[in-house]
């Protein structure tokens, strides 16, 4: 993560950082509190820092919250290859392992819901519950169409584009800055509560657009995978948050079919980066998703 970030949240906040080494790759973490193991799952274009506030929620509620930034993101090293969900899953998975934990509740958010599902999927007797939030997940939910309102294609026009060979880091390298916070602006409601800058400045890093386009270059394969995963619904508890101003009802919708204990809340007037934006009513809504009995 940038030296920004640190100056927001710091070691008096209760946060420590560990750095583990997985298949040659070295993975940044975030953790505080102490209890039940909560991961926290990033999306594009963010890192671990979007969950500062919910660590904090989760920490004083008597857990331990563990925000990563997965491969390619933030702190965590750059691999190549292997940004499908079901390796990035794996990845995560040993992760926990390693910090100890055999068995662990999941959040994710945008991409990080992709990546969240996939391991609920994967490794159902080690996920307990998963919140999902603020994204539709390729290969459960219809591939959007191409020709749709202006309003609409704010949140679309960059599936496609982040998934082109090359072109888009040929066009954006030096200019960041301009391209993010196009996304910042138009993503959020509440402008003045995302640290946009602090994603810009991980993501002006030395192969970070590289590595974050690749979670797009590797949906036909995510595609393939979830349409596998997609024959046996999720047993655990699942909570699916919209944001009023964003997907509202779409992640409850993608998951009706995939899993058999769902729940779903719309976040009022909130835009998509809700973990910031209205990281209250997030909290509230997933500490008594967690604390419920099954």
């Not at 560990?18 to 509190?33: K, V």
């Not at 997940?137 to 169409?145: E, N, R, T």
């Not at 960041?176 to 196009?182: C, G, I, M, N, Q």
Request: net charge negative.
């Amino acid at each position: 993560m940038t030296h920004q970030a640190f100056s927001f949240f710091t070691a008096d906040d209760g946060v420590t950082h560990r750095y583990i080494q997985i298949d040659g790759n070295r993975i940044h973490c975030t953790m505080a509190g102490d209890g039940p193991p909560v991961l926290l799952i990033p999306g594009w274009p963010q890192t671990w820092f979007t969950w500062r506030y919910i660590m904090k929620s989760l920490a004083a509620a008597g857990y331990t919250a563990i925000a990563v930034d997965p491969p390619g993101t933030g702190d965590s090293s750059r691999p190549a290859q292997g940004y499908d969900t079901g390796a990035i899953a794996s990845v995560l998975h040993r992760l926990m392992e390693q910090l100890g934990h055999a068995s662990y509740q999941v959040v994710g958010h945008d991409i990080g819901m992709w990546v969240a599902y996939a391991m609920a999927s994967d490794y159902p007797d080690a996920v307990r519950r998963l919140a999902l939030t603020e994204a539709v997940i390729p290969g459960l939910a219809p591939a959007p169409p191409v020709f749709v309102p202006p309003d609409q294609n704010i949140f679309l026009w960059h599936f496609m584009f982040n998934q082109v060979q090359d072109l888009p880091e040929a066009l954006i390298v030096g200019r960041e800055r301009a391209y993010l916070s196009f996304i910042f602006d138009k993503w959020s409601h509440r402008r003045d509560r995302v640290a946009a800058d602090v994603y810009i400045d991980a993501y002006s890093a030395p192969g970070a657009l590289r590595s974050g386009f690749s979670y797009y270059r590797a949906i036909p394969e995510t595609i393939r995978q979830n349409q596998e995963r997609s024959k046996v619904p999720l047993r655990m508890p699942v909570l699916a948050i919209g944001a009023e101003h964003a997907t509202r009802d779409a992640p409850l919708i993608t998951m009706q079919d995939n899993a058999t204990d769902l729940t779903g809340v719309i976040i009022p007037d909130c835009g998509h980066f809700v973990t910031e934006e209205c990281h209250e009513e997030f909290s509230e809504h997933l500490l008594a998703f967690l604390s419920r009995e099954a």
